[in-house]
């Protein structure tokens, strides 16, 4: 019953990560090494044989001018004992730039020393390129717009808006 129940859930996890189009990704921080699903190697175009095997590898494929900031990201999230979420570029196999979003957590041993570092990616270019494609039409339409912020119980306005209504932007 245990391992029909554990087959289960490893079922739904696998179907839940393909409708979701997330990958899976593993360092282990001892050892310096890099691991991959499937879903991660396709997000880069590649074959599992391709994937990156270290830290080194895998940062030759993040756009150049987004390198430092992501290894800063991890560096400040194994120092912190915390999660990270972030948005980069990556050049995929194909030549292609690719927007891709990645979190991931640190795990520690009993010692609090680093040892391996889990997440996931998806690649959110689509959405990216729909939001750049929006902004420019706001723009060419010259249309402003105002968000609610109700934490702050505050409306922030685009600075198109103070434009039009011929405001200096706050």
Known sequence: HTENALRESEARLRLAMAIGELA??????????????????????????????????????????????????????????????????????????RWHQARGQILYDAEGKPIRMMGMAQDVTPQREYAERLAEAHRIARLGGWRWEPSRQHIVWSDMLFELYHLPPE
Not at 39 to 58: K, Q, S, T, V
Request: some cysteine; charged content about 30%.
């Open 24 to 97: 899976i990704w593993e360092v282990d921080l001892l050892e310096g090494t890099l691991r991959w699903d499937a879903a991660c190697c396709a997000l880069f175009g590649l074959e599992a044989d391709e994937a990156p095997r270290d830290a080194a590898e895998y940062f030759k494929l993040v756009y150049p001018e987004d390198r430092q900031r992501v290894q800063q990201i991890f560096h400040r999230a194994v120092e912190t004992q915390s999660t990270y979420a972030t948005e980069l570029r990556i050049i995929h196999r194909d030549g292609s730039l």
